[in-house]
Each structure stands twice: as structure tokens, then as C-alpha cells.
């Protein structure tokens, strides 16, 4: 009898193969998936590109081919076959559903995952996902194999790519810069939230606040609109914090953490320690040391907690971004807890906590005393 296969069936196993066969059968099969993994990147750019979901969003039910295509912007004649194409695809991996009309027209809507990818509202990851796309982020990946074999002395893969570091070529690049800080300003909107709703009490005692390498404000603006108390500052390098918007409440500081950081009850810092090496980190820490008072200030770190075998909902993305960091910056690395706390040994840090939030990475809190 034939098998049926539902849905949610397991893979078919392959027909008369021995069991030897069998397992290099499925390593093909693995290899096959991961050498293709970067088309489900790259079709779901062409979708936001061509904001497939905020059109579907717009008229509030699911919509058909040339209905979509017939609202694409500076889009005179469509190729409603291609977009057939990446349509199925991206209804394969469940960024749109897919139903039939009355008329057997495919009618496509929105799913939990599209939701993510609207560019026309203020929680989406889609600026990030245009970010990790420019070849400007993704090329430096394809001399990763050079670094290994020269090592990161004789420069990282974005410097062996481009002649320059990440963040010389955000000022050089203002297309790129936009991009970095509007992927940037993406996630400030989401990780913020899960930070205040995840870290209930810790901004209480808070009376000021410096978010160091705070890109043009988002987090802290967040922040400051949850604890309207706190006095805050956003500082980051002289060029990042030039195009960064007014926000009552914050006070923008450019300057370079390196040197040192501006005073303050406590220190936030969202996505800093993984750009960098473990001396660059141990640098920016004594600073924030510096710059907190001895008993009662803190550093509110929010970052990965890397666990080589977890199997949370984010694990494989900290994964990931792990990858990311090798590709771009000199030292930067995701942390597992044990790198953190040589960190917080080497910097006069006796005392830490790890607050999982909803989110990518986790807070952690470091203590002077
Ligand atoms: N030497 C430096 N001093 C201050 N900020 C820096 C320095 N080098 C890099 N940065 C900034 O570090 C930030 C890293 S990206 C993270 C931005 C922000 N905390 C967020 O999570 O949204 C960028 O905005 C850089 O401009």
C-alpha cells in the first residue's frame, strides 16, 4: 500500500538502500540543505524589497499574484512568474500561507513569520535583514578561510574585503551607515522591550544612565519612555551620534569608549563586548568601572550567553551570530558564561548575574563590589 505522507510526516526514507547507504544518502541530503540555505536570505530580501507583506498587510486579507503585483512600487510591467516562484518558496517556509479561492485562485496571507518582515511599522526585523543582505556585510565572509590560515593579524575578513574596518567604513560609506544603524535601530525597538519587561526592577535605582555605543539613540529612547525619571546619555563615536534624532530626556555624547565613558549610576550596553577581543572588552570595562559609582553602580550588558549545545528557541541564531562577528570584526565573539567571567575577573567585576529575557541575548549584570 502506498504511504500517504501528511504534513507533518517525517522525510520519506529512501527505497532500497542499505542502512550504509542510507546515512550518506541523508548527509547528502544535509549538505544540499546547507549549501542552498542562503536562498530562503536571499528570497526573503527580494520580498521586503518589494514589500510583499506590507501590500498584503495594507488591505487586511490575503491577496492574489496579480493583485500583489499590481501594487509593487516602480513596478511598470511585473514578472508575476517569478514572483510566483519566490512565493512558493516563501510559502514553503511558512513566511506567507497559501489558500485557494472560490475561483481555485492562490490567495496569499500573512503568517506569524511575515508579521516580522513589514517594513511600514516600528517591530520588524527587516531593516536587519536588509543589513545582513549588502554585500558590503556579506561579502567579508568569503575570506574567512584566508584568516584561518593567516590568522586575524594580517587582518579580518571586512579588512582583507574592503581595505578598511566595519566601523571606518560606516563613516566612509553612507549608504552602508544608514543600513548599519537602521538594522541597529530595528532590534533597539525589540530587544529594549523584552529588556524592560524582563528586567522589571533593575532600572528603578537608576538615576542616570550612558548607553555606551548606543548607535543613534533607539534603546535608550525605549528605555527612558518606560523609566521617565532617569537622566540619560547616548554615546557613541563623533560621526554615529551626528545623525542621531533629538529625544527629550537624552542627551547625545560623541566621544570614543576606548578613552573613556561619560559618568553615570549605571552602564547599558546592547550588542558592544561581541565586536570585540577580549583586551578591546577588558579596555571598555575598566572605563565603565571608572565611570560608575564603587557601591552601588552597575553594567547592564545585553548580549549572547553562547551554549555550545543549547537548544533554546535563539541558541542556533547566537550561533550565527558568532559567524557574523568572525566575518567582520578583529576580535568580536559571541561569550559563553565562562568567557564572561574571565572578563569580569580581569576588570574588577567580582559579581554577575545572567537575566534570561524573550529575546536574543540575555542581560547580564556586572557588580564593582
Ligand atoms: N570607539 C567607540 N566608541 C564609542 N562607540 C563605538 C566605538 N566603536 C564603535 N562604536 C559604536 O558601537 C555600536 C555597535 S552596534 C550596537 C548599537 C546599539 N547598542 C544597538 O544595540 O542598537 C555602533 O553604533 C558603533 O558606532
Request: proline residues 6%; contains cysteine; charged residues 25%.
Given at each position: 500500500?502506498?504511504?500517504?505522507?501528511?504534513?507533518?510526516?517525517?522525510?520519506?526514507?529512501?527505497?532500497?538502500?542499505?542502512?550504509?547507504?542510507?546515512?550518506?544518502?541523508?548527509?547528502?541530503v544535509?549538505?544540499?540543505?546547507?549549501?542552498?540555505?542562503?536562498?530562503?536570505?536571499?528570497?526573503?530580501?527580494?520580498?521586503?524589497e518589494?514589500?510583499?507583506?506590507?501590500?498584503?498587510?495594507?488591505?487586511?486579507?490575503?491577496?492574489?499574484?496579480?493583485?500583489?503585483?499590481?501594487?509593487?512600487?516602480?513596478?511598470?510591467?511585473?514578472?508575476v512568474?517569478?514572483?510566483?516562484?519566490?512565493?512558493?518558496?516563501?510559502?514553503?517556509?511558512?513566511?506567507?500561507?497559501?489558500?485557494?479561492?472560490?475561483?481555485?485562485?492562490?490567495?496569499?496571507?500573512l503568517?506569524r513569520?511575515?508579521?516580522?518582515?513589514?517594513?511600514?511599522?516600528?517591530?520588524?526585523?527587516?531593516?536587519?535583514?536588509?543589513?545582513?543582505?549588502?554585500?558590503?556585510?556579506?561579502?567579508?565572509?568569503?575570506y574567512?578561510?584566508?584568516?584561518?590560515?593567516?590568522g586575524?593579524?594580517?587582518?579580518?575578513?571586512?579588512?582583507?574585503c574592503?581595505?578598511?574596518?566595519q566601523?571606518?567604513?560606516t563613516?566612509?560609506?553612507?549608504?552602508?551607515?544608514?543600513?548599519?544603524?537602521?538594522?541597529?535601530?530595528?532590534?533597539?525597538?525589540i530587544v529594549?522591550?523584552?529588556?524592560?519587561?524582563?528586567?522589571?526592577?533593575?532600572?528603578?535605582q537608576?538615576?542616570?544612565?550612558?548607553?555606551?555605543?548606543?548607535?543613534i539613540?533607539?534603546?535608550?529612547?525605549?528605555?527612558?519612555?518606560?523609566?521617565?525619571?532617569?537622566?540619560?546619555?547616548?554615546?557613541?563615536?563623533?560621526?554615529v551620534?551626528?545623525?542621531?534624532?533629538?529625544?527629550?530626556?537624552?542627551?547625545?555624547?560623541?566621544?570614543?569608549?576606548?578613552?573613556?565613558?561619560?559618568?553615570?549610576d549605571?552602564?547599558?550596553?546592547?550588542w558592544?563586548?561581541?565586536?570585540?577581543?577580549d583586551?578591546?572588552c577588558?579596555?571598555?570595562?575598566?572605563?565603565?568601572r571608572e565611570?560608575?559609582?564603587?557601591?552601588?553602580?552597575?553594567?547592564?550588558?545585553?548580549?549572547?550567553?553562547?551554549?555550545?549545545?543549547?537548544?533554546?528557541?535563539?541558541?542556533?541564531?547566537?550561533?550565527?551570530?558568532?559567524?557574523?562577528?568572525?566575518?567582520h570584526?578583529s576580535?568580536?565573539?559571541?561569550?559563553?558564561?565562562?568567557?564572561?567571567?574571565?572578563?569580569?575577573?580581569?576588570?574588577?567585576?567580582?559579581?554577575?548575574?545572567i537575566?534570561?529575557i524573550?529575546a536574543?541575548?540575555?542581560?547580564?549584570?556586572?557588580?564593582?563590589?
Open positions: 500500500m502506498e504511504t500517504v505522507l501528511s504534513k507533518h510526516s517525517p522525510p520519506l526514507a529512501f527505497k532500497g538502500v542499505s542502512k550504509e547507504e542510507e546515512e550518506s544518502l541523508l548527509g547528502q544535509e549538505i544540499w540543505r546547507y549549501m542552498c540555505a542562503f536562498t530562503d536570505s536571499v528570497a526573503l530580501k527580494s520580498i521586503i518589494l514589500r510583499v507583506a506590507d501590500i498584503i498587510d495594507r488591505f487586511g486579507k490575503p491577496l492574489s499574484l496579480s493583485q500583489i503585483a499590481a501594487n509593487i512600487e516602480d513596478a511598470p510591467s511585473p514578472d512568474k517569478l514572483l510566483e516562484r519566490l512565493m512558493r518558496v516563501m510559502v514553503r517556509r511558512k513566511i506567507f500561507s497559501a489558500e485557494k479561492s472560490e475561483s481555485g485562485e492562490t490567495l496569499y496571507g503568517t513569520a511575515s508579521k516580522w518582515i513589514l517594513r511600514d511599522t516600528k517591530m520588524t526585523l527587516a531593516p536587519m535583514l536588509l543589513l545582513e543582505n549588502h554585500p558590503i556585510h556579506l561579502n567579508p565572509a568569503h574567512i578561510s584566508d584568516t584561518v590560515r593567516e586575524k593579524e594580517n587582518g579580518t575578513p571586512f579588512l582583507r574592503h581595505g578598511h574596518d566601523f571606518e567604513m563613516g566612509l560609506d553612507e549608504e552602508y551607515n544608514r543600513l548599519f544603524n537602521e538594522g541597529m535601530v530595528c532590534t533597539a525597538r529594549p522591550r523584552a529588556v524592560i519587561s524582563g528586567y522589571k526592577d533593575g532600572f528603578n537608576i538615576e542616570s544612565l550612558v548607553d555606551v555605543g548606543g548607535g539613540g533607539g534603546s535608550l529612547s525605549e528605555i527612558v519612555r518606560a523609566y521617565p525619571h532617569i537622566k540619560a546619555i547616548n554615546f557613541d563615536l563623533p560621526h551620534v551626528a545623525t542621531a534624532p533629538p529625544y527629550d530626556g537624552i542627551t547625545h555624547v560623541g566621544g570614543d569608549m576606548f578613552v573613556s565613558v561619560p559618568n553615570a549605571a552602564i547599558y550596553m546592547k558592544i563586548l561581541h565586536d570585540w577581543s583586551e578591546h577588558i579596555k571598555i570595562l575598566k572605563n565603565c565611570a560608575i559609582p564603587e557601591k552601588t553602580g552597575k553594567v547592564i550588558i545585553v548580549d549572547h550567553v553562547l551554549q555550545p549545545e543549547g537548544n533554546e528557541p535563539f541558541s542556533d541564531t547566537g550561533h550565527a551570530f558568532d559567524m557574523m562577528l568572525l566575518a570584526n576580535g568580536g565573539k559571541e561569550r559563553t558564561e565562562e568567557n564572561w567571567q574571565y572578563l569580569f575577573k580581569e576588570t574588577g567585576f567580582p559579581r554577575y548575574n537575566i534570561k524573550n536574543l541575548p540575555s542581560i547580564i549584570e556586572a557588580f564593582p563590589i
